[in-house]
Structures are given as structure tokens and as C-alpha cells.
């Protein structure tokens, strides 16, 4: 079945690095752009970075502008998401999203498969 | 950076009774903009994507309307299956964002 699964998740210190990857599978993941959309304990959803289908285009947060970078390796069926300089307010749960793109709405998406969500504890 | 102001914050209904939130846009975003339900512990559902649009699968007593600026998702007759946070978001630019959520909880 359609599926995204998360893993890379934990604690680490502030100032450190952590990687998170995305492992699609059940669709054809080359034909769709991905997103990285986070939540901090009891917070809403902060959209964090995109990425074309092809990797041609990202686009990122103002919040981790230059200290995120997002990734995929169409090959293996995998997003990342390089997180650098981590700190304590980037604590949250990580979900991957496929951006579904809507035909006849030209350049709009919707977020229609979800993961289940990484946890990155930033610690002081 | 699009705004994204969801209103009321919370809100306490009762099995049957009709549910309506707001959501409004600090810019015009035509219908790009779509409708997400989450329980605890669980990531998000798309239920309404271009603002009216019902995603597969999705029962019909949600519906959402609006264009432009404001926006409404109605639920027609609340369900215990329903009481979740419910958050709008836009795709008519990027950065994506989406609006604080509404909690609807039991009364």
C-alpha cells in the first residue's frame, strides 16, 4: 500500500547534526514533489522544506533556511532531511508528506500521504 | 510570508450539532487552500484539498467553501469519530503555511 515511514529521529545536543530519512514505497515516488512538515510538543504544523519530483528545486522554511537541506535519491525511494546547527526550538515531531499535485490548479498541492512521524529532541 | 488565521482557537459541540471554523488568508490565495484533521499521537488527513474538494474517502458531512481571502470548513453533523484539531493550509505559495487549529472537543 501507499506508504511513507520516517526513521533517523532522536536526542541530540544543541549545535549538532542529525539526518532523517523518508522511505516511500506503493506509488512512483520520482512523480512527486515532498515536503518536510513539523510539530513541536502541543504546537501546530510548521511547514519546513519542499523538493521538485526531480530534485531541481527546494525550498525551505525562513526558520531553517541554511541549516536544513533537503534531499532525495529517486533510485532508492528516500527523502532526507539534513538538519545542521540543530537548537532546542527545533525539537518535533518530523513528518515527510507527498505533495500531491491538483489537476486544473495550476501549481497547487495538496499534502495527501503523511508518515507517522520522527521525533528530534534537541537538548540543551 | 501568506498568514494563515484560524478561528475560534477551540470550540466545545455536541454529538449532531453542525461545526463551522474559519479560516482566513492575509492575501488572496484563490481555492488553493486546503483542509487537514489530526487526532493525538497521529499525523495528519487531507479531508478537503482547492477548498471544496472532498478527499477519497472522506464522509460527505464535510464540506468546505470559499475563495479569495476567507474560507469555511463545515461539518454537518458531528460525530464522535470527529473530535480532532483541524487545520487549513495554503498552497498558493511557498512558504506553505498553515493556520494555529482548531481543537473540537466534547461538550
Given at each position: 500500500q501507499v506508504q511513507l515511514v520516517e526513521s533517523g529521529g532522536g536526542v541530540v545536543q544543541s549545535g549538532r547534526s542529525l539526518r532523517l530519512s523518508c522511505a516511500a514505497s506503493g506509488f512512483i515516488f520520482s512523480g512527486y514533489g515532498m515536503h518536510w512538515v513539523r510539530q513541536a510538543p502541543g504546537k501546530g504544523l510548521e511547514w519546513v522544506a519542499v523538493i521538485w519530483y526531480d530534485g531541481s528545486n527546494k525550498d525551505y522554511a525562513d526558520s531553517v533556511k541554511g541549516r536544513f537541506s533537503i534531499s532525495r535519491d529517486n533510485s532508492k525511494n528516500t527523502l532526507y532531511l539534513q538538519m545542521n546547527s540543530l537548537r532546542a526550538e527545533d525539537t518535533a515531531v518530523y513528518y515527510c508528506a507527498r505533495g500531491w499535485r491538483i489537476v486544473g490548479a495550476s501549481g497547487a498541492d495538496a499534502f495527501d500521504i503523511w508518515g507517522q512521524g520522527t521525533m528530534v529532541t534537541v537538548s540543551s | 510570508d501568506i498568514q494563515m488565521t484560524q478561528s475560534p482557537p477551540s470550540l466545545s459541540a455536541s454529538v449532531g450539532d453542525r461545526v463551522t471554523i474559519t479560516c482566513r488568508a492575509s492575501q488572496s490565495i484563490s481555492s488553493y487552500l486546503n483542509w487537514y484533521q489530526q487526532k493525538p499521537g497521529k499525523a495528519p488527513e487531507l479531508l478537503i484539498y482547492v477548498a471544496s474538494s472532498l478527499q477519497s474517502g472522506v464522509p460527505s458531512r464535510f464540506s468546505g467553501s470559499g475563495s479569495g481571502t476567507d474560507f469555511t470548513l463545515t461539518i454537518s453533523s458531528l460525530q464522535p469519530e470527529d473530535f480532532a484539531t483541524y487545520y487549513c493550509q495554503q498552497s498558493?505559495?511557498?512558504?506553505r503555511t498553515f493556520g494555529q487549529g482548531t481543537k473540537v472537543e466534547i461538550k
Open positions: - | 498558493s505559495s511557498t512558504p
